[in-house]
């Protein structure tokens, strides 16, 4: 699996759909867009990285770039994630 950077970083804020896989704190998320400052106009997008417990259905804040996966396409590998208080 072949990453690379490919845009500056930002960061987009979303309604985590889906925990698609888990392992320690690094996780696979499918996430439904609700703002960013990214190069990203799709309504839903995945995030990868080590982001920690995260729960379906709660909004998160997540710091990152985007980057295009050979295998998987693209996707938003963030750095850092934090939980959105309503």
């Given at each position: 699996?072949?990453k690379?950077?490919?845009?500056p970083?930002?960061?987009?804020?979303?309604?985590?759909?889906?925990?698609?896989?888990?392992?320690g704190?690094?996780?696979?998320?499918?996430?439904?867009?609700?703002?960013?400052?990214?190069?990203?106009?799709?309504?839903?997008?995945?995030?990868?990285g080590?982001v920690?417990?995260?729960?379906?259905?709660q909004?998160?804040?997540?710091?990152?770039?985007?980057?295009?996966?050979?295998?998987?396409?693209?996707?938003?590998?963030?750095?850092f994630?934090?939980?959105?208080?309503?």
């Amino acid at each position: 699996m072949t990453k690379s950077k490919s845009t500056p970083e930002g960061s987009l804020t979303g309604v985590v759909k889906r925990v698609a896989f888990a392992d320690g704190f690094f996780r696979i998320l499918e996430v439904m867009v609700l703002t960013t400052d990214l190069p990203w106009s799709q309504p839903m997008i995945t995030v990868t990285g080590p982001v920690g417990t995260v729960r379906e259905g709660q909004v998160y804040r997540f710091v990152g770039y985007l980057t295009t996966n050979r295998r998987y396409g693209a996707q938003m590998v963030a750095r850092f994630s934090e939980a959105v208080v309503n």
